[in-house]
């Protein structure tokens, strides 16, 4: 009888072990399945459909903005136009893209667009194919360097602008029917544009590396105008907005030394001539604006410099302690840590929906680029191994960056309080009066300058979808208007475009390493 109790005791012992035993494997099993399923931050993992479908999206604007004679043409509202730009000067510049809902082509931001869709290529090369758009990448980056190479007809000229925007803005048509002069704008040594001048080349040399293997000739043809322009750009410094007053409306300038740092930059990449790298050393207090972090931009190539020289003391051993870096890499640092929503000091410019926000006009291009090059960043740790960026008195993993241009990108796609995706064409509610002269005409209307305005002002959503299209987004207080006149939310751009393709391509898998550009 005392054995009983005893036994049973024993007995109950056991089966609690054995209980609690298989509710730790059950634990730790389900923990490890939900790791695999959700985050696979730490090593490349799997197509992620939401955003494959979003690239697939985003490319198409490019085809949209297309000028020019149009080749395997896949968008049905589209036609050649823009056939006798460059007729002024007897030069060839039908191509290129238009720069937003207009129909002018603005060469500083179009070539900032070429650098930027040069560099997506670059890191991410290997995503866009895995969803079968690297080549639809390239056909778009080639659109647009093809332009650049004819614009630059003489070592000391180039051909910044196509079109008038006073006469342009006049007018509400379609590409395919404008009839209107096409002024060129020039910069040469009596009327410098350091900055234009060395957008341009940092757009060529970046694509010289896009088409290295692939395009030999044209590859060496694109260099060879970067370094000329590099040299037109340093030896003849200048701002083109004071040069040339009349583009201050538009594409206004507030200086040149961050293109120089970014022209030089990508010329080493290109080159590996330790000329452009003492460029960066040597300049580098003068105009790397070291310890303060900013917007990067159209107009402002400084934290695209901070991160793209950064790369360089990750992946090249002989550069991991070079003392011409170091200012660069620590501004790297200081602008990531103010992107982490939880680092002590992180930026105060966000919507309550956790959108960063910097400006009233084109509010998504500093999110976007922002989340773009948290990316990258995170991925340069992740490739080499570097396992903490400290921020002040904390440190933080590269999953932390990811989960920030995770959170940019998601917002961007309808994940906020107006549940719209600001990426036209993606999701179940997209802005439907995108201020986008081609894409609120229909293709068969017989409309022209001044007639085209009753498209403008119709009350009707577009007639085309102008997809891929990513407008300029949101309010401060996350609401939006979906309004034709309301250019300041509603009008997408080209370089919006080229900072989406980037950010989408690297969320495509649900994490990765860099491979295709070390
Ligand atoms: C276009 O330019 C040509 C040559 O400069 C000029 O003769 C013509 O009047 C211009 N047309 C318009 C509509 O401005
Ligand atoms: C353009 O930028 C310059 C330099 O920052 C500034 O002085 C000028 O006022 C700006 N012009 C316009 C129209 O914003
Ligand atoms: C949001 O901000 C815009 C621009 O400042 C303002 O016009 C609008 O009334 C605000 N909306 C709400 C709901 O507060
Ligand atoms: C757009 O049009 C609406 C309706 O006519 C008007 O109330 C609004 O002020 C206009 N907005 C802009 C930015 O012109």
């Known amino acids: 009888m005392v054995a009983k109790p005893k036994s049973r005791c024993c007995c109950c012992t056991w089966l609690i072990g054995i209980i609690v035993l298989i509710a730790v494997i059950l634990a730790v099993v389900l923990t490890f399945r939900h790791r695999s399923n959700h985050s696979g931050d730490d090593q490349p993992g799997s197509i992620d459909k939401k955003y494959a479908d979003a690239l697939k999206i985003a490319m198409q604007f490019f085809d949209i903005q297309k000028s020019g004679k149009l080749e395997n043409n896949k968008i049905s509202w589209r036609g050649d136009s823009g056939l006798k730009d460059g007729s002024e000067a007897s030069i060839d510049l039908s191509k290129?893209?238009?720069?937003?809902?207009?129909?002018?082509?603005?060469?500083?931001?179009?070539?900032?667009?070429?650098?930027?869709?040069?560099?997506?290529?670059?890191?991410?090369?290997?995503?866009?194919?895995?969803?079968?758009l690297l080549d639809h990448a390239k056909d778009s980056l080639k659109w647009?360097?093809?332009?650049?190479?004819?614009?630059?007809?003489?070592?000391?000229?180039?051909?910044?602008?196509?079109?008038?925007?006073?006469?342009?803005?006049?007018?509400?048509?379609?590409?395919?029917?404008?009839?209107?002069?096409?002024?060129?704008?020039?910069?040469?040594?009596?009327?410098p544009g350091t900055e234009v001048a060395a957008e341009t080349a940092a757009a060529m040399a970046a694509a010289s590396l896009v088409f290295k293997e692939s395009d030999t000739k044209?590859?060496?043809t694109l260099l060879k105008h970067a370094k000329q322009l590099f040299d037109f750009a340093d030896d003849n410094r200048g701002s083109y907005s004071v040069s040339i007053p009349k583009v201050q409306p538009y594409y206004n300038s507030t200086g040149?030394?961050?293109?120089?740092?970014?022209?030089?930059?990508?010329?080493?990449?290109?080159?590996e001539d330790k000329t452009y790298l003492d460029f960066v050393s040597k300049n580098g207090e003068e105009f790397g604006n070291f310890g303060s972090p900013s917007w990067f931009s159209w107009d402002?190539?400084?934290?695209?410099?901070?991160?793209?020289?950064?790369?360089?003391?990750?992946?090249?051993?002989?550069?991991?302690?070079?003392?011409?870096?170091?200012?660069?890499?620590?501004?790297?640092?200081?602008?990531?840590?103010?992107?982490?929503?939880s680092s002590p000091t992180a930026t105060s410019s966000r919507t309550d929906g956790g959108l960063i926000w910097v400006s009233e006009w084109n509010a998504l291009q500093h999110p976007v680029s922002s989340a773009f090059l948290a990316t990258l960043y995170s991925d340069y740790m992740l490739t080499s191994g570097i396992k903490e960026l400290s921020c002040d008195d904390q440190s933080f993993k590269s999953s932390d960056l990811r989960k920030?241009?995770?959170s940019q990108a998601d917002y961007m796609l309808g994940k906020n309080p107006e549940k719209?995706?600001?990426?036209?064409?993606?999701?179940?509610?997209?802005?439907?009066?995108?201020?986008?002269?081609?894409?609120?005409?229909?293709?068969?209307?017989?409309?022209g300058c001044k007639d085209g305005f009753?498209?403008?002002?119709?009350?009707?959503?577009?007639?085309?979808?102008?997809?891929?299209?990513?407008?300029?987004?949101?309010?401060?207080?996350?609401?939006?208007?979906?309004?034709?006149?309301?250019?300041?939310?509603?009008?997408?751009s080209t370089y919006n475009s080229a900072l989406v393709v980037g950010l989408l391509s690297s969320l495509v898998t649900t994490s990765s390493s860099i491979e295709s550009f070390i």
């Not at 040149?256 to 080159?271: I, M, N, P, R």
């Not at 299209?469 to 939310?489: C, E, H, K, Y």
Request: hydrophobic content about 35%; glycine content about 8%.
């Open 454 to 492: 009753k498209w403008l002002n119709s009350e009707e959503p577009n007639p085309n979808v102008a997809y891929g299209a990513l407008v300029g987004g949101p309010f401060l207080n996350d609401t939006f208007i979906d309004a034709r006149n309301n250019s300041m939310q509603n009008e997408p």
């Open 144 to 191: 647009t360097t093809d332009f650049l190479i004819n614009a630059h007809p003489s070592p000391n000229v180039l051909y910044i602008q196509v079109g008038n925007p006073e006469t342009d803005h006049k007018c509400w048509d379609r590409p395919e029917t404008m009839s209107r002069n096409r002024t060129l704008t020039k910069i040469d040594t009596e009327t």
């Open 300 to 341: 402002n190539k400084l934290p695209g410099t901070h991160i793209l020289l950064s790369r360089l003391t990750f992946f090249k051993k002989e550069l991991s302690d070079s003392k011409g870096l170091q200012g660069y890499k620590d501004t790297a640092e200081a602008v990531m840590c103010g992107l982490i929503p």
């Open 420 to 447: 719209m995706s600001y990426l036209v064409g993606y999701g179940e509610k997209y802005p439907e009066f995108v201020h986008h002269r081609g894409a609120s005409i229909p293709a068969d209307a017989n409309t």
């Open 404 to 406: 920030f241009a995770r």
């Open 256 to 271: 040149y030394g961050d293109e120089l740092l970014w022209a030089s930059s990508w010329l080493y990449h290109a080159t």
């Open 96 to 132: 290129g893209l238009y720069d937003a809902g207009d129909h002018m082509k603005f060469g500083f931001p179009m070539a900032f667009t070429a650098t930027v869709l040069s560099w997506s290529i670059l890191e991410y090369g290997d995503q866009m194919a895995s969803v079968n």
């Open 218 to 220: 044209y590859s060496s």
